[in-house]
């Protein structure tokens, strides 16, 4: 679905005093199935642009609507119907005194009734639950279709932050926020998360924001790729234009004080 933003205004205290306006006015449009690659400076906007979409953060004036859904009308447990979410931290994202199964049995749920996490936390994944939830995770080339009863507090980092992403594409949600996702795995665990998220997201066909610090990935993943700077669009990239950037080019213009799209020849 096509995410619109239109005159997002949002900000916040400044310690000792003061207050500081990140988004002012701020337009995005990201078109149906698009996969858009955010990168910036610390506190240019990133994650908190995923916080609003969200609806962790609220906004101090503008609209959010998702496929003409107003989504900034909608509390954050409503918007999860049609929103998954990956956070940077492993430990985000599942319960890691519940089972795979039960993880995955809760994200299901969630996203179908758009209920809180909290009034599902007695639900119990039935047999035929069970066999789906294999299926998929062989399907996926997971390693963890034969664990279904392991606890996910005993997993690994890079094997938590699979199965978060399995969770949040559970239903088959309309829009996906990844927020850093891989930046606390050891590189062979991001490799896999990242292989997995690109599969994930072209199987959806759903619009992806993914927030990422790695130009590597910024060069390599996603349709589009913006670079934010104070709560503005400073730069913005087709996948035709990307193709011509380099990761010192790129390191470049984070220092950089223009605020422009830069043309390819």
Not at 66 to 78: A, E, M, N, S
Not at 95 to 117: D, K, Q
Not at 127 to 155: F, M, S, T
């Amino acid at each position: 679905m096509t995410l619109l933003i239109q005159g997002l205004s949002w900000g916040h205290p400044i310690p000792g005093g003061g207050w500081r306006q990140l988004f002012k006015g701020f337009d995005l449009s990201c078109g149906n199935g698009q996969f858009v690659t955010v990168i910036g400076n610390n506190g240019s906007g990133k994650s908190t642009l995923l916080n609003l979409i969200a609806g962790t953060l609220k906004l101090k004036g503008g609209s959010l609507e998702l496929g003409g859904r107003p989504l900034h009308r909608y509390p954050d447990h409503r918007r999860a119907r049609w929103i998954g979410r990956v956070m940077q931290n492993p430990l985000e994202g599942t319960c890691p005194g519940l089972s795979i199964a039960e993880n995955l049995r809760l994200a299901e749920r969630r996203r179908n009734s758009g209920l809180s996490a909290s009034g599902l936390l007695g639900l119990r994944p039935s047999g035929n639950d069970r066999k789906r939830y294999q299926a998929l995770l062989e399907e996926l080339g997971i390693p963890l279709a034969h664990r279904l009863d392991a606890l996910v507090g005993e997993l690994s980092g890079g094997q938590r932050q699979t199965l978060s992403l399995v969770m949040a594409t559970m239903g088959s949600p309309e829009l996906l926020l990844l927020d850093e996702h891989t930046a606390a795995l050891d590189p062979k665990a991001e490799a896999m998360v990242m292989g997995l998220t690109d599969r994930l997201v072209r199987q959806l066909g759903a619009t992806a924001l993914m927030v990422t610090h790695s130009l590597e990935q910024a060069l390599q993943y996603g349709d589009r790729l913006l670079m934010l700077r104070d709560g503005q669009v400073a730069h913005d990239w087709d996948a035709a234009a990307r193709q011509q950037l380099t990761a010192d080019a790129l390191r470049q213009l984070y220092g950089s004080g223009t605020v422009t799209t830069p043309t390819v020849d």
